[in-house]
């Protein structure tokens, strides 16, 4: 066996992971904050805040008594409070025991806690992560700007053997004899592109220094590759952002519309594709996938796809976006992918789509090392959709996730009194058999879907 062949793929590997340590540590360590800060602010004393599992690699004492550490697993975390011991038994009887005799102690356990700070310090890590991801979501909204109206040329999208007279600055008044709308207005923007004719050139009728003209460019939205999904066709044959399709089969594309309609008439079937770039043409093969898509309606609908992204033939001029409508932008997007996660579920459970949409943590982490490698804002914001996502989980209620505690609660909020001990270990230990089981199948996804 060839030993320097195999650098690369032990590179990628060690990308990959170093990644997918990167985005789970951030968002755990965003979670369990919460928990603590809230914890400690409802009067519960936090005895330890670790990141990791395992053996210990660094640890300090902090002035309000709690060890913050790190651990040699990175896979996780995890706040002890006074009184806790494990998941399966819920309390450390020693400490417990001592308490009983001290109501001052007693009151900063979590178990002698009063129930508001209790349901409080549970539901703040869930709820760090909505905050937080729609925190970043608003950070990039403001660093993106949004589109200035009218829409206006920015940097121009490189393309092979075009006539382009645009230029930058440039104000998009018509293409091809239609009259371009608001880019702001988004049902009537996707009406004027899903008209554009798929051939170049095209007449653009614009606005520049003031003085209005027409001039020769490309398809607006040529076969240009904006992004690539992780796990898709075209990443396992590594096309890449930047790359613009020329020809499938031999026969030329000038738009997105037109590439995209050969790859849902292709049904599966391999396509050869004749690829543009950094000024060489490369010709790679791939097989269109069928992929469960999610509707503006909520529902899914089952398309052949090969995994890019496009764009426009520029980037649009923007404008810079303030913090209150960004910040509304962000709790938006936290909601989407809420929804969109309910909806896949419901749909999953239903068998409406195919269960090889859940993915685990191998999926999750070749998905971090491909969003990495696409630059610091595409990790950036998966990081927000992860935390999101991780937020949304928490909430089931099932035992031993913060849905099944503030289940409890809500149980002993109604009766005014907790579950019994036995009831506890048992619904607890059938909640881990639950959790396992999950990951065991969502692994199985990974590995076999």
């Not at 952002?241 to 030329?252: K, M, R, S």
């Not at 997105?256 to 050969?262: D, G, H, V, W």
């Not at 149980?411 to 990951?439: F, N, Q």
Request: glycine share 10%; aromatic share 8%; hydrophobic share 50%.
């Amino acid at each position: 066996m060839d030993v320097v062949s195999l650098i690369p793929q032990f590179g990628g590997f060690l990308y990959t992971l170093l990644s997918f340590v990167v985005a789970l540590s951030v968002i755990v360590a965003v979670h369990e904050y919460g928990h603590y800060i809230i914890g400690r602010w409802s009067g519960i004393h936090a005895e330890v805040f670790s990141l990791g599992f395992g053996p210990v690699l660094w640890s300090r004492l902090d002035q309000h008594g709690t060890r913050w550490q790190v651990a040699l697993l990175p896979f996780g975390g995890f706040v002890k409070f006074l009184g806790d011991a494990n998941a399966a038994s819920g309390k450390d009887e020693d400490a417990m025991a001592e308490a009983e005799t001290d109501p001052a102690l007693l009151r900063r356990t979590m178990h002698g806690a009063p129930l508001w700070a209790r349901s409080a310090t549970v539901a703040a890590g869930p709820v760090f992560n909505f905050v937080f991801s729609a925190l970043i979501f608003a950070g990039v909204f403001m660093v993106q700007g949004e589109p200035r109206d009218p829409l206006t040329i920015g940097e121009l999208v490189p393309l092979p053997g075009v006539v382009n007279e645009l230029h930058e600055g440039d104000e998009i008044l018509s293409i091809a004899g239609l009259d371009a709308p608001s880019i702001l207005d988004s049902t009537n923007w996707n009406i004027f592109r899903s008209e554009i004719p798929s051939e170049q050139p095209l007449d653009y009728a614009i606005r520049r220094d003031g003085v209005e003209m027409t001039v020769s460019g490309p398809n607006l939205a040529p076969p240009f590759v904006r992004s690539v999904a992780p796990r898709s066709a075209a990443s396992d044959i590594e096309l890449m952002p930047g790359d613009v399709i020329t020809a499938v089969d031999g026969e030329p594309v000038v738009a997105f519309a037109q590439l995209k309609q050969i790859v849902e008439s292709a049904a599966g079937k391999v396509l050869l594709l004749d690829v543009w770039r950094d000024g060489q043409t490369i010709e790679l093969a791939l097989a269109p996938r069928r992929i469960d898509e999610p509707q503006p309606d909520g529902s899914f609908a089952t398309k052949w796809r090969i995994g890019i992204a496009g764009g426009l033939v520029f980037q649009p001029a923007t404008t810079t976006v303030g913090p209150v409508d960004a910040l509304s932008a962000g709790a938006v997007q936290v909601w989407m992918v809420v929804d969109t996660s309910l909806s896949g579920l419901k749909h999953m459970i239903t068998g409406a789509i195919s269960t090889c949409n859940l993915s685990g943590p191998l999926g999750i982490a070749e998905t971090s090392g491909a969003m990495a490698s696409q630059g610091v804002q595409s990790f950036i914001w998966f990081i927000a959709v992860l935390s999101a996502a991780v937020g949304l989980l928490n909430l089931f209620p099932i035992p031993a996730l913060d849905g099944g505690h503030l289940m409890f609660y809500a149980y002993e909020a109604v009766v005014r009194k907790p579950p019994s001990d036995m009831a506890m270990r048992v619904l607890m230990t059938l909640g881990i058999a639950a959790i396992l089981t999950l990951m065991v199948f969502a692994l199985g996804n990974d590995i076999f879907c």
